[in-house]
């Protein structure tokens, strides 16, 4: 790294997790890439998704939101969901702009840079793919469920996920980012229907094999029911090496202090506990651990602190 030369910082994954992340990343002195998973399929989006035949908007528009510096006003009307009138009722006005742009540039990722210009992003934002595709998971059984939102609703253990149609085309752009990375984030988020859409594609798998940057993954503080129930911190890390090949991450972030018991009890509702960080076996997979309270104790749910993750991923560049 030389000295006048900011890092390049390449954020990978979706869901309501990235945001958090990119929101404290946007201030740092950093050139920031975000690669968004359009494997959604649900709400909004999916109605989109059916009747214009284009990549998942709802992830990328939070991403969008998340590192724009436009007035708040202008940032709520983006994110404004509209529920009344039998048309808009449950579309994110967001959603429309991002296929409206689309249709009018002619190419989804335009649309995405014409947006962000509009709203004054911080960084640059890439789907993952133009295509529009669909996430499926086989399961231990042998079934297997189509339909990202339809995965977590079968209550059975997850062996792997896949796309369709195949091949999926990565954007080229997305490859080139990875390979010119300094660090390469894998976002917290919904383990197999919001990360890995982001990471099975040949191409972005084969990138952050032989990347240069070092690859630390921000590992979930709960577990989710449906994907990851009962899983502990090497699990999660274990189901990304079976995906995409042993040793592709290098560190991970975890949270080492106790959740609250009230915290603790809301979420035992939705079946999902703690992830437990057990040290030995990160330790024994090679893993560089980088540990802290990094939740957000002002928040009534359980969130990464946005400021303390991006500090902790910042002091790891090698600059």
Do not use: W
């Not at 890995?196 to 594609?201: F, V, W």
């Amino acid at each position: 790294m030389t000295e006048n030369k900011q890092p390049q910082v390449v954020v990978v994954g979706g869901g309501t997790g990235m945001p958090v992340l990119l929101r404290g990343l946007k201030n740092l002195p950093i050139q920031l890439t975000s690669l968004v998973t359009v494997a959604d399929d649900g709400g909004s989006t999916g109605r989109i998704r059916n009747e214009m035949a284009i990549p998942a908007p709802g992830d990328i528009r939070n991403v969008i939101a998340a590192l724009s510096d436009a007035e708040p006003m202008l940032l709520e009307l983006f994110q404004h969901r509209f529920n009344v009138g039998n048309g808009l009722s449950g579309h994110s006005l967001g959603n429309l702009l991002l296929a409206a742009m689309a249709t009018i540039t002619g190419n989804f990722n335009k649309g995405i840079k014409e947006i962000s210009r509009v709203l004054n992003v911080k960084g640059k934002i890439y789907p993952i793919s133009n295509d529009n595709m669909s996430l499926h998971a086989r399961m231990t059984d042998g079934t297997v469920i189509s339909g990202e939102s339809n995965i977590p609703l079968s209550n059975k253990h997850i062996e792997r996920v896949f796309l369709s149609p195949q091949p999926v085309e990565p954007l080229p752009n997305a490859i080139r980012a990875l390979e010119r990375a300094d660090l390469i984030v894998i976002a917290p988020g919904s383990l197999y229907t919001s990360i890995m859409p982001t990471i099975i594609m040949p191409g972005v798998a084969d990138a952050i094999q032989h990347a240069k940057a070092k690859v630390v993954y921000v590992c979930n503080v709960m577990t989710q029911s449906g994907e990851t129930t009962g899983y502990t911190a090497s699990d999660h890390v274990q189901a990304i090496f079976d995906h995409i090949g042993k040793g592709t991450i290098d560190s991970i972030v975890v949270h080492n202090e106790p959740i609250k018991k009230a915290v603790r009890a809301v979420y035992a509702e939705e079946n999902a506990e703690p992830v437990v960080y057990d040290i030995e076996r990160l330790l024994e997979m090679g893993l560089q651990i980088i540990e802290g309270d990094i939740i957000d104790h002002s928040q009534s749910t359980l969130r990464h602190d946005n400021d303390k993750v991006a500090k902790l991923l910042y002091s790891i560049i090698d600059k």
